[in-house]
């Protein structure tokens, strides 16, 4: 059947706020296919207790989620956002039953192909996509049964598909080297940036798309970085001494790859 949603689609310009199901686990919109659809949904409602009481449902399948509540300022910006994680619809609670509204309804859809023409990836949509549900899957606890470690299985393989076709972001800190940067000429100032997790191990910044480099680096205002557009192979080819591996996308998803297992992952999905 099919549902008229204009008049919501018009009321989405004089919303206050809207509050949004996200995940606690990637601190991103808490995403799920559609069994009917097959759309890649978020949540989204007008009432913070309605919200509540839809993420009661998810407790017992230990999932965990939180209420994040968007002012009107920031509504539309968020829905653009979603385009770079690959959501194409919303499941929108507003008065009544819930309503399903493409995400091109709301907001223009940009052109993939021409958004990634440049040196390096601005959109990774189906990585990020496939990520999410890959790691909303793998972070949920407790034991699991035979039919959902085959699941999870097949997740983390369409997630590694995407990321063995895809280029990654790695940045330079040029902000000391004087002149040009050269990455073949000795003795530059050039830093590689790195982080450190709880037990004091060395990863380095690994990003899927320009969107998340910025995100992670926002408060770098005055850094100086040369952004570098590494095919997955290549990447361990760029860790530096005492590195471990790599943390994609470290103000997302958050996903911690040793070197040992992208050789693997490798070796398994390739």
Same mark, same amino acid.
């Not at 919303?15 to 009917?36: A, G, K, N, Y």
């Not at 590694?160 to 040009?180: H, P, Y």
């Given at each position: 059947? /099919? ?6 689609? #018009? ?13 606690? /686990? ?30 009661? #449902? ?68 189906? =990585?990020? =996509? ?11 606890? &407790? ?56 037990? &004091? ?19 770098? #205002? ?16 760029? =860790? ?31």
């Amino acid at each position: 059947m /099919t549902v008229d949603n204009r008049f919501l689609i #018009k009321k989405f310009e004089h919303f206050e706020h809207i509050f949004v199901l996200f995940s606690q /686990t990637t601190r991103l919109p808490f995403i799920e296919c559609d069994e009917e659809t097959f759309d890649d949904q978020v949540y989204v409602f007008t009432d913070e207790e309605r919200i509540k009481e839809a993420g009661q #449902k998810y407790v017992k399948e230990k999932i965990a989620l939180m209420a994040v509540k968007i002012p009107q300022a920031q509504i539309k910006a968020f829905l653009s956002g979603l385009y770079s994680v690959g959501v194409n619809a919303l499941m929108v609670q507003d008065e009544g039953a819930p309503v399903r509204v493409e995400l091109e309804q709301l907001v223009p859809k940009p052109d993939l192909e021409e958004a990634n023409k440049g040196p390096v990836p601005k959109l990774n949509p189906e =990585l990020q =996509l496939t990520a999410l549900y890959f790691l909303q899957e793998l972070r949920r606890p &407790g034991e699991r049964s035979a039919a959902e470690k085959k699941k999870l299985r097949s997740l983390e393989e369409e997630m590694a598909v995407n990321m063995m076709k895809s280029r990654f972001i790695l940045a330079v800190d040029v902000t000391e080297v004087e002149g040009q940067w050269d990455p073949k000429a000795p003795n530059q100032k050039a830093k590689i940036p790195f982080v450190k997790n709880k037990d &004091g191990k060395i990863f380095q910044p690994c990003y899927s798309d320009l969107g998340e480099f910025k995100k992670f680096n926002s408060k770098n #205002k005055n850094a100086k970085f040369r952004l570098l557009a590494v095919p997955y192979d290549e990447l361990p080819k760029y =860790l530096i001494k005492d590195s471990l591996g790599f943390v994609f996308n470290p103000a997302g998803f958050n996903l911690i790859l040793t070197k040992e297992q992208l050789e693997l992952m490798k070796k398994n999905y390739a």
